[in-house]
């Protein structure tokens, strides 16, 4: 049973980067897309972007000169690198696995929260 | 980018009722559509995919229906682990978009 687990740092600071791991066990990153989504406080989800094992990456264009998304299939992990970041990347962070032709999200992360303060 | 409207925001029902969430996008989405239950400190459980079809291991009082722009999903018979926050998805064309998000109470 595949499943998911995000790390990296709970705090930090404005104008630095944000930098999260997915580890994923229990099976192989390679033949599947993997995403990062992000929940505000608030409650809404946003879609941050999404790779592809061999690398071809997609991302949200509110967030494309920001972002960074990588994969290391010899560790089995896919990793959010997000640039410049305010308050308003305070957020829940979670990675999935995306399945199928539909790309639907089959198996998520518990999350991880990250806040940006000084 | 699509926008997802859920209705309602939030609605109140008892164990046995049946109950529908609606979701309706801003452009045709074919049938990528998505529908997910949140609990609180959880992340997000897959329901249905393909606006119809259940997820492996979903009980079957869940169902999904629609197609284009307009999506139901209905709980047949609400049972105490069914009260949580439920959010629709269109994958059809990216930036990937959710619904606000449903959240169903114990009346």
């Known amino acids: 049973q595949v499943q998911l687990q995000e790390s990296g740092p709970g705090l930090v600071k404005p104008s630095e980067t944000l930098s999260l791991t997915c580890t994923v066990s229990g099976g192989s990153i390679t033949s599947y897309y993997w995403s990062w989504i992000r929940q505000y406080p608030g409650k809404g989800l946003e879609w941050i972007g999404e790779i592809y094992y061999s690398g071809n990456t997609y991302y949200n264009p509110s967030l494309n000169s920001r972002v960074t998304i990588s994969v290391d299939m010899s560790k089995n992990q896919f990793s959010l690198k997000l640039s410049s970041v305010t308050a308003a990347d305070t957020a829940v962070y979670f990675c999935?696995?995306?399945?199928?032709?539909?790309?639907?999200?089959?198996?998520w992360g518990k999350g991880t929260t990250v806040t940006v303060s000084s | 980018d699509i926008q997802m409207t859920q209705s309602p925001s939030s609605l109140s029902a008892s164990v046995g009722d049946r109950v529908t969430i609606t979701c309706r996008a801003s452009q045709t989405l074919s049938n990528y559509l998505n529908w997910y239950q949140q609990k609180p400190g959880k992340g997000p459980k897959l329901l249905i995919y393909?606006?119809?079809s259940l997820q492996s291991g979903v009980p079957s009082r869940f169902s999904g229906s629609g197609s284009g722009t307009d999506f139901t999903l209905t709980i047949s018979s609400l049972q105490p682990e069914d009260f949580a926050t439920y959010y629709c998805?269109?994958?059809?064309?990216?930036?990937?978009?959710f619904g606000q998000g449903t959240t169903v109470e114990i009346k």
């Open positions: 393909a606006a119809s």
């Open positions: 999935a696995r995306v399945k199928g032709g539909f790309l639907f999200m089959d198996v």
């Open positions: 998805q269109q994958t059809y064309r990216n930036p990937k978009t």
